[in-house]
């Protein structure tokens, strides 16, 4: 059995890190369209190393969202990170220290943690911060290079571009939903609600943060309710 | 113009909130979750979200609806038949840009 080095945690981490830097690229490029500093960006992205909770949060702090808007949202959209923090937390040695706890949990995404959970045995520290580092800089470098980027581009490309993300996010939803009836059901009436919301007089009042949490949280509900997942399965929501 | 004490703070609580989210689990609880619902819910949460994100967001995320909606449907359709990441957020960007190309020539 290969031994879980440092070494091999940051070669396991390098096709985590080139998916998101075209993740993150597009983000940049999302947030400083936007009109923020390019420096604020890659901040952003430093600080928080989420995708789809990153950019909601963007886009609400762009809109001028009150604050508790912000931070509800963002817990609603990472609160799958509680699950796999907690199912790491059976995953890794006992001996790991409290410091390296703390400090390492702040790496936990959707494919770190995929690939954390996939080792044989425990982890230990070495290993999984070589696995968070390369990602974690994949992040912060897509960033910078998209957000750098958009002053650079025409209107024409940067209109296009303007779809990636989205596209990012259909790639992420549309194979699962494709293989799982209970996830296809959950994609469409989220999707739907959204809409119905977005579009009909009166509600569309509702803003971006809100809207999302309504839709999220009745369709997640409904799907727990009606198609409760087995045992261990419910560890391998991977979406970033 | 933007306010910086307005912006770092939003973007202080986002990261805040989203490190203890990331952290009582690990350092602090380290007990699972016997909750076969909630566990279920967690497990649906990313697919929600994701597409309460995407719809109809998406559809105004470009220069005109209709060149969104061309991306879209080829997004769904590289997503369906099994591309990757990039291939499909690629696919539709330039499916976005051969469209508004059409609708300048034709409209």
Known sequence: METLSFRKGVKDGLPICLGYISVSFAFGMMATQGGLPVWVALGISMTNLTSAGQVAGTNLILAGAGYAEIAITTFVINLRYFLMSLSLSQKVEDTMTGLQRWVLSFGVTDEIFAVAVQQKGAINARYFSGLILTPYCGWALGTFLGAAATGLLPASLRSALGIALYGMFLAIIIPPARGSRPVRAVVVLAGALSCLIAWTPGLSGLSGGWSIILCAVTASAFAAFRWPVAEESGEEGAAP | ?107
Request: net charge positive; aromatic share 16%; charged share 10%.
């Open chain 2, 1 to 107: 113009m933007i306010s910086y004490a307005y912006v770092l703070t939003g973007v202080l609580v986002m990261a805040a909130v989203t490190y203890v989210i990331r952290a009582l689990p690990l350092a602090v609880f380290r007990r699972k979750i016997s909750s076969r619902f909630f566990r279920s819910f967690l497990f649906y949460v990313p697919y929600a979200v994701l597409s309460a994100m995407t719809f109809p967001a998406i559809l105004s995320s470009t220069a005109s609806g209709w060149s969104a909606a061309a991306g879209l449907i080829a997004a769904i359709l590289l997503a369906w038949f099994g591309r990757g990441l990039l291939t499909v957020a690629l696919g539709s960007t330039a499916v976005v840009f051969v469209a508004e190309r059409l609708l300048e020539l034709f409209f």
